[in-house]
């Protein structure tokens, strides 16, 4: 379905557009053409950064790199999830609660 400009800000709320800057802001505009282009230069023997060559891959990088930075499995960030607690809260699955998002 297309939509004209006024259409979209006729039909769009205030919160809706801050979240779709947002989402711009991690996720740029074609960021895959980029992505795919440093990859060539890499390959031709470019040694640089990925966003110094393209700023639009600075957020895509920089989130990869935080994500497996807070994602790395250790016994002190299970034992302070949420998901723990609820673990040991629970007994034969009795008191687990299931949240619908």
């Known amino acids: ?10 039909t769009m709320t205030y919160e809706e557009m801050q979240k779709w ?4 802001d991690v996720r740029p505009v074609d960021w895959r053409n980029d992505d795919r282009a440093f990859k060539l230069l ?4 470019v040694k640089e950064k990925s966003w110094t060559v393209f ?6 990088y920089n989130a990869t790199n935080k994500a497996t ?3 790395f499995l250790s016994a002190s960030n299970l034992k302070s999830s ?6 040991l809260g629970a007994i034969g699955g ?3 609660e299931a949240f619908d998002e």
């Open 1 to 10: 379905m297309k939509m004209t400009v006024t259409e979209l800000s006729q």
């Open 21 to 24: 800057f947002k989402y711009f």
């Open 42 to 45: 890499q390959a031709q023997g």
């Open 55 to 60: 700023p639009s891959l600075a957020p895509i």
């Open 69 to 71: 930075k807070d994602s």
């Open 82 to 87: 949420v998901m723990f607690s609820k673990m």
């Open 94 to 96: 009795d008191k687990l």
